[in-house]
């Protein structure tokens, strides 16, 4: 983690490294164990891992750094009980994590970067750009410190925050393995969402690996003229190199593409849209999750109307896709991506 100091992140091993490491400084294995428990509870320095004797502790302390994150800002929506945090990361960088509660469990919402550098048009967190990835301590960290500051177990994990997690591909990777760990978040494959907004040899690497987590694709336009106006990526791999590869993801894993569609007003919304959508998805399985575009001031592009989106539902549906509505959480205090982050910047 860049946090200055030249310690090993211990918060970034797998168990099994934490193994190896501890013995090849002479230490037994069950140690790794322990130490994984109580960073996975959330532990900030080895003095807390009350059950290593004082020695071992600093002799921990001597080697490795246990980066925690901190709490800048936290809002309640007092609608649905939505969470949002703002975390100062060890070098003063920030991101934003949500907790979301459904009736089926807690999920939170991770960022996977600072900043973003994918450019798209109604996207608050791609304004700045980039500033760097964020480790997959970071990641891991903004499950436990959210689990802890909203005093609730964790069920499920969405990457859908700040970032592009298929730009960050290894750490997102090794957060992945991380949170899974059932002596640690325990969060399972099928309760963690990834979601990309398309980058093609990425969602390769990733089918390969055949995880059983979901994949979402931001499509948000079935052709590449109006693709390639709201998101940059599309020039780079265009809709049908897209749909080509979410076609290999599935035959690979298994596990069906959900596509997001933010509903922009007269850009993305027309009945010819949804047309050329129910072309391109009919009979493929693929589901759509539509949610009508979080107002950005900085953007400059309206969500589409209410009646808009009802239509355009209702054509999918007739034409055989399935569709649902995402239900806009939190949104009186500024949940969509970026917007905490992006008003704490402003500030003198
Ligand atoms: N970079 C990844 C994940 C982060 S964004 C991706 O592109 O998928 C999570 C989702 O929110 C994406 O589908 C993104 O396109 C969408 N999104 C971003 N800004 C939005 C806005 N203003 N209104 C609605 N959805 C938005």
């Not at 934003?96 to 550098?117: A, D, P």
């Not at 979402?216 to 590449?224: C, N, R, T």
Request: with cysteine; net charge positive; aromatic share 6%.
């Amino acid at each position: 983690m860049p946090d200055g100091s030249s310690k090993k992140d211990i918060k970034a091993l797998l168990p099994e490294e934490l193994t190896a490491e501890l013995a090849a400084m002479g230490l037994p294995g069950y140690r790794a164990g322990q130490i994984f428990r109580w960073l996975g509870r959330g532990a900030c320095s080895f003095d807390e891992m009350s059950d290593l004797a004082k020695p071992l502790r600093e002799q921990l302390a001597r080697a490795y750094a246990i980066p925690c994150l901190t709490m800048l800002r936290r809002q309640v929506s007092a609608k649905d009980g939505t969470e949002k945090y703002l975390w100062r990361l060890p070098d003063g960088e920030s991101v934003e994590t949500v907790l979301m509660r459904y009736r089926h469990g807690n999920t939170v919402c991770i960022s996977s970067q600072v900043g973003c550098r994918m450019g798209c048009a109604f996207c608050a967190s791609t304004i700045g750009g980039k500033v760097r990835d964020l480790t997959a301590s970071e990641m891991l960290d903004e499950v436990i410190r959210t689990g802890l500051a909203a005093g609730t177990g964790i069920d499920g994990v969405v990457l859908m925050g700040i970032g592009e997690p298929l730009d960050n591909f290894d750490n997102v990777l090794r957060f992945l393995r991380l949170v899974n760990r059932p002596e640690g978040a325990n969060i399972g494959m099928r309760h963690i969402s990834l979601s990309t907004c398309g980058l093609v040899e990425a969602i390769d690497k990733l089918a390969d690996l055949h995880l059983q987590l979901t994949l979402s694709v931001s499509l948000h336009a079935p052709d590449d003229e109006t693709r390639s106006q709201l998101m940059p990526v599309n020039r780079v791999y265009g809709v049908d190199a897209l749909y080509a590869a979410c076609e290999r993801y599935f035959k690979a894993t298994g596990r069906r593409i959900s596509f997001e569609y933010a509903m922009v007003r007269d850009v993305n919304d027309t009945p010819r849209h949804a047309d050329i959508l129910i072309r391109r998805l009919r009979g493929t399985g693929a589901h759509v999750n539509l949610i009508r575009l979080n107002y950005v001031s900085e953007r400059g592009l309206l969500p589409s109307e209410e009646q808009t989106v009802r239509a355009f539902v209702r054509r999918l549906t007739d034409g055989g896709v399935t569709v649902t509505v995402r239900r806009r959480l939190g949104s009186d205090i500024d949940a969509a991506c970026g917007q905490l982050r992006r008003g704490e910047m402003r500030k003198p």
